[in-house]
């Protein structure tokens, strides 16, 4: 029983981020159509801003906001600056199948992680440092029993829930949350009703920024922080958005507690080096058995 309640807790904590992560995935995705393979790339960098600035006594909560507005200025700087030049209409010509116009800008994407991960090594050294925790790490007791779960699971359990959230609300609730899914669903109707697609299109990279910095900071105080520290962050995020379904927000949340789930049972019952060989056979069992993910949808085409 105990060794069940150390993989949930941990798999609810660990899916916590890898939702994050993948919820970041599906954004630009659905805004975008492209898989921003620079994302955790661009976490780390945001990351290593927090780092800094609380190394120069600035308090955790400041460097904590300041990452993530950072996060979704360099989100937004990189659909501006890159993808949006990428894949204009001038461009596109140029770019004269499909194939092409989705292949470029996710070559363009691993490039940024290129330039990123340099770009840290240079003003960092690439020195492997830890980052600090707001809340202790230590396991929660009550009376004489000692719960599987510590304070600071909690607390990336209560933050992300809280994200989750405020992110449901604007995309049911809000004019530009609604902008948004009709501009993923059918851009040239949703230009034709007069909304500006390219900022709608800005706007999910910012706050898909925004998520990845999130995910950053809270995986973060379990690791030390490094130019490569969160590459496994994307490739299991990745995951959990094939899973759930790269064009449902909501299944890429569901995913992302599934592959914590799933990542968690295998480290508590078997051991850590079959994690990997787990993800594998559990990402193609879901590919075999729902290959558009559990809550994605089928692309019909009329002819």
Do not use: C, H
């Amino acid at each position: 029983m105990d060794s069940f309640l150390t993989a949930f807790f941990s798999g609810t904590s660990q899916g916590a981020i890898y939702a994050l992560v993948s919820l970041g995935l599906v954004l630009v995705w659905r805004g975008a159509g492209v898989v921003n393979f620079a994302q955790m790339g661009q976490a780390m960098f945001t990351t290593y801003i927090a780092s800094q600035l609380i190394q120069n006594d600035y308090s955790y909560w400041s460097a904590f906001v300041i990452a993530l507005v950072s996060g979704a200025i360099l989100g937004a700087i990189v659909d501006l600056g890159l993808m949006r030049p990428l894949t204009s209409r001038k461009n596109s010509q140029l770019l004269n199948s499909q194939s092409m116009r989705t292949t470029i800008p996710v070559i363009a994407s691993l490039g940024i992680l290129g330039v990123l991960k340099a770009v840290a090594g240079i003003l960092w050294a690439g020195e492997e440092r830890g980052f600090p925790s707001p809340i202790a790490a230590n396991a929660l007791t009550i009376g004489d029993t000692t719960l599987a779960i510590t304070g600071f699971d909690l607390f990336v359990i209560g933050v992300v829930f809280v994200t989750l959230v405020l992110t449901t609300i604007f995309f049911t609730r809000t004019g530009m949350g609604l902008a948004m899914r009709a501009s993923a669903l059918n851009p040239e109707v949703t230009r034709l009703s007069g909304i500006r697609v390219g900022s709608v299109r800005t706007l999910s990279w910012a706050i898909s920024g925004t998520a990845s910095s999130l995910a950053g900071l809270l995986v973060t105080p379990k690791t030390n922080l490094s130019p490569n520290t969160l590459d496994l962050l994307l490739i299991v995020g990745f995951t959990a958005a094939v899973v759930g379904g790269l064009n449902s927000l909501a299944g890429s949340v569901l995913g992302g507690f599934i592959v914590g789930y799933v990542i968690a049972f295998v480290n508590v019952y078997s051991a850590p080096e079959n994690v990997f060989l787990a993800i594998l056979v559990f990402l193609l069992l879901a590919l075999f058995i729902r290959p558009q993910g559990i809550l994605g949808s089928k692309e019909v085409r009329r002819v």
